[in-house]
Nanobody, 123 residues
Framework: QLQASGGGWVQAGGSLRLSCGTS????????MAWFRQAPGKEREYVAA????????DYADSVKGRFTISRDNAKNTVDLQMNSLKPEDTAVYYC??????????????????WGQGTQVTVSS
């Protein structure tokens, strides 16, 4: 079970931090990822990391602004979002699955999903 939190409203240029909590231990080969979906658009890949931290990746649209990380104490995967833009407005979902690294951006490959959290960035 995944539980996403931390969404909200922010002005352009602001920051938000999303957190994805897990109900149990995560195997090191799991990929933890964030996707987002804006109204009328397909679900879009944002960022991913191997739970072991051996691999981290970002979509070009968020590279340099977003940071995915793991909080051992809280057993969460967090997404720090800085320099937010109106086009970042979407429902953000966390996902987890044991996958090969090459499948990290394929939302239909992920087995477990959080419920989604709304991020709204105003101009």
């Amino acid at each position: 079970q995944l539980q996403a939190s931390g969404g909200g409203w922010v002005q352009a240029g602001g920051s938000l931090r999303l957190s994805c909590g897990t109900s149990g231990p995560i195997a090191s080969n799991y990929i933890m990822a964030w996707f987002r979906q804006a109204p009328g658009k397909e679900r879009e890949y944002v960022a991913a990391m191997r739970w072991s931290r051996s691999h981290i990746d970002y979509a070009d649209s968020v590279k340099g602004r977003f940071t995915i990380s793991r909080d051992n104490a809280k057993n969460t995967v967090d997404l720090q979002m800085n320099s937010l833009k109106p086009e970042d407005t979407a429902v953000y979902y966390c996902a987890a699955s044991p996958l090969i690294w090459g499948a990290r951006s394929q939302f239909d490959a992920f087995r477990y999903w959080g419920q989604g959290t709304q991020v709204t960035v105003s101009s």
